[in-house]
T-cell receptor, first 118, second 112 residues
Framework: GAVVSQHPSRVICKSGTSVKIECRSLDFQATTMFWYRQFPKQSLMLMATSNEGSKATYEQGVEKDKFLINHASLTLSTLTVTSAHPEDSSFYIC??????????????FGPGTRLLVL | AQKITQTQPGMFVQEKEAVTLDCTYDTSDQSYGLFWYKQPSSGEMIFLIYQGSYDEQNATEGRYSLNFQKARKSANLVISASQLGDSAMYFCASRTASKLTFGTGTRLQVTL
C-alpha cells in the first residue's frame, strides 16, 4: 500500500511555542491530504483538508489561525500549531488520498504525531 | 450529516476463532463508501477493507470480510482465524463525497 510518513513522531514543547508537523507521501503524489486530531480513547476528528497549491479547508470549530496548514508540494503538507497550549496536547494524524474518485478514494494514514504541551 | 455507531467498546476473542465487530451508519446520501481501519497501540491507522454503497457483493480482503446489509445500514467487520496480532482498536468509517467520518471504535483483544 501507499506509504505516508510523519515527522516528528513525538514532540514535547512549552506553552506558547509553535510546533510544526510534517506529513509526506513517500511513493506517490497526493494532491489532497487530511489532518485529524485524536484525543485519548476517542475517535479521529477531521480538522482540515489540505489541497496542494491552495488554501486548506477547515472543519467547523477549528481555528485556522491557530492550526496553519501549508501544502506546498505534491508530497508534503505541514501543520503548524501556533502558540500551543496544554489543551492542544493530542495525537495528530495525517492521511493522503490515494486512487479512485469520490467515495471510492482510499485514505492512507501516517503514523501520527503525539504532541504534549507543558 | 453522517453518523457512525460502534456499540461494542471492547471485545474478546480466542485465538483462531472468528469475531464480528458491529458498525451501523446513518447517512442520507445515496452514494457512500464504508471503511474499516485498524489502529494498534503505535497509533498508525491501517486500512483494512472498503465497501461501496452500490457494490452488490460483500467485500473480502484475506481474513477480513465486510457483512454489508444496506437495508439495515450495517457494515460489520468479520475477522476469521484471529491472531494475537489482531489485538487493536478497530474503527468503522463512512464517506460521502465530502469527508470521512469515524465511529468511536472497538477495542479487540485476542486471547490464547
Amino acid at each position: 500500500g501507499a506509504v505516508v510518513s510523519q515527522h516528528p513522531s513525538r514532540v514535547i514543547c512549552k506553552s506558547g511555542t509553535s510546533v510544526k508537523i510534517e506529513c509526506r507521501s513517500l511513493d506517490f503524489q497526493a494532491t489532497t491530504m487530511f489532518w485529524y486530531r485524536q484525543f485519548p480513547k476517542q475517535s479521529l476528528m477531521l480538522m482540515a483538508t489540505s489541497n496542494e497549491g491552495s488554501k486548506a479547508t477547515y472543519e467547523q470549530g477549528v481555528e485556522k489561525d491557530k492550526f496553519l496548514i501549508n501544502h506546498a508540494s505534491l508530497t508534503l503538507s505541514t501543520l503548524t500549531v501556533t502558540s500551543a497550549h496544554p489543551e492542544d496536547s493530542s495525537f495528530y494524524i495525517c492521511s493522503a488520498r490515494v486512487g479512485g474518485v469520490g467515495i471510492r478514494e482510499t485514505q492512507y494514514f501516517g503514523p501520527g504525531t503525539r504532541l504534549l504541551v507543558l | 450529516a453522517q453518523k457512525i455507531t460502534q456499540t461494542q467498546p471492547g471485545m474478546f476473542v480466542q485465538e483462531k476463532e472468528a469475531v464480528t465487530l458491529d458498525c451501523t451508519y446513518d447517512t442520507s446520501d445515496q452514494s457512500y463508501g464504508l471503511f474499516w481501519y485498524k489502529q494498534p497501540s503505535s497509533g498508525e491507522m491501517i486500512f483494512l477493507i472498503y465497501q461501496g454503497s452500490y457494490d452488490e457483493q460483500n467485500a473480502t480482503e484475506g481474513r477480513y470480510s465486510l457483512n454489508f446489509q444496506k437495508a439495515r445500514k450495517s457494515a460489520n467487520l468479520v475477522i476469521s482465524a484471529s491472531q494475537l496480532g489482531d489485538s487493536a482498536m478497530y474503527f468503522c468509517a463512512s464517506r460521502t463525497a465530502s469527508k470521512l467520518t469515524f465511529g468511536t471504535g472497538t477495542r479487540l483483544q485476542v486471547t490464547l
